[in-house]
């Protein structure tokens, strides 16, 4: 799996911003596509997942009620909405699949089989 990763930039807080992520290379029913974010000095943390076969979504606590993630089957897309962002959620961004055989999958850095290129995400004034 190929993925392709893009719609980083810089937004004021309070802003909304869509990454895109664009996936080739293999049947996408047997995968979970999430969106993964890292600072430096940090962990890189699941943020959002979603199941390609069954659409079933993870959203970590940090970003509920302000991230949207949706696929796009006849694009073979994932995109995350980022809504009301924070200087906190400044951080790259990095696109991410895991072969789950359909299921929603762990959106554990450890569960992760492909990733896709980092996009840099910049909330400040």
């Known amino acids: 799996v190929q993925l392709q990763a893009s719609g980083g930039g810089l937004v004021q807080p309070g802003g909304s911003l869509r990454l895109s992520c664009a996936a080739s290379g293999s049947t996408l029913d047997e995968y979970a596509i999430g969106w993964f974010r890292q600072v430096p000095g940090k962990e890189r943390e699941g943020v959002s997942c979603i199941s390609w076969s069954t659409g079933k979504t993870y959203y970590a606590d940090s970003v509920k009620r302000r991230f949207t993630i949706v696929r796009d089957n006849a694009k073979n897309t994932v995109y995350l909405q980022m809504s009301s962002l924070k200087p906190e959620d400044t951080a790259v961004y990095y696109c991410?699949?895991?072969?789950?055989?359909?299921?929603?999958?762990?959106?554990?850095?450890?569960?992760?089989?492909?990733w896709g290129e980092g996009t840099q995400v910049t909330v400040s004034s």
């Open positions: 991410a699949a895991e072969e789950t055989l359909g299921d929603l999958g762990s959106c554990s850095r450890y569960g992760v089989d492909y």
